[in-house]
């Protein structure tokens, strides 16, 4: 079955310093992965996408991410976190035809001054 | 304008009680989506519909009934609650002929069973 996995359950990073969520995906197929952000008491807010083409992409916020087919890896960087960047992370996958998003158990980001 | 809007955003019941969640979006989107999102914040599908027609259920007990009067509305009713249908309810929205995925979430619904 298709499985996206965040290793990482909470991230603590001091403001300024840089950030990497991990994410790993399952199934062999091309996928198509996604970074999403969610703030205390907010819905989810997409972050950035990889359909295809260029691995690394651009989002807003000052983040990207890289799609690494090899490690089966799709890891969201940040070079600067600033404290409005604490958040609950998401990456989720899903694939051509299927009609599904299968999210990650999220990693929470903390910022500490 | 709210794309995915979602009511109530807050609901506390007793167990045994039936409840109703809303949602409409104004994006003109074809598919929409009810997530369940527990206490540990782990996202799960629950239902899609596209164009009023069901196309996903991910096993989810038979208290849970979805209803798409229209495209534009996806509304979730829940009979005879329990302790552990406690959780967020997230709607979300896509257009398909893009690749599936990019969903616009509404803020959620917490649903407290007590």
């Known amino acids: 079955a298709q499985s996206v996995t965040q290793p990482d359950i909470h991230i603590t990073v001091s403001e300024g310093a840089s950030l990497e969520l991990r994410c790993n995906y399952s199934?062999?197929?091309?996928?198509?992965l996604f970074w999403y952000v969610q703030s205390p008491g907010q819905g989810l807010q997409l972050l950035l996408k990889?359909?295809?083409?260029?691995?690394l992409v651009q989002g807003i916020k000052g983040f990207e991410a890289e799609f690494k087919r090899s490690q089966s890896s799709f890891n969201l960087r940040k070079p600067s976190v600033h404290w409005s960047d604490a958040a609950e992370y998401f990456c989720?996958?899903?694939?051509?035809?299927?009609?599904?998003?299968?999210f990650g158990t999220g990693t929470r980001l903390l910022v500490s001054p | 304008d709210t794309a995915v809007s979602q009511t109530p955003k807050y609901l506390v019941t007793q167990m045994g009680n039936d409840k109703s969640i809303k949602c409409e979006q104004n994006?003109?989107?074809?598919?929409m989506y009810w997530y369940k999102q527990d206490s540990k914040k782990f996202l799960k599908i629950m239902f899609s519909?596209?164009?009023?027609?069901?196309?996903i259920n991910e096993t989810v007990p038979n208290r849970f009934s979805p209803k798409s009067p229209d495209k534009a509305h996806l509304n979730l009713h829940i009979n005879s609650l329990e302790l552990g249908d406690s959780a967020v309810y997230f709607c979300?929205?896509?257009?398909?002929?893009?690749?599936?995925?990019?969903?616009?979430f509404g803020e959620g619904s917490r649903l407290t069973v007590l």
């Open positions: 989720a996958v899903t694939y051509s035809g299927f009609q599904k998003l299968v």
């Open positions: 979300a929205s896509t257009q398909p002929g893009q690749p599936t995925g990019e969903l616009f």
């Open positions: 519909y596209n164009n009023k027609e069901l196309i």
């Open positions: 994006l003109g989107h074809d598919t």
């Open positions: 990889y359909f295809s083409g260029d691995t």
């Open positions: 199934y062999g197929a091309t996928p198509y």
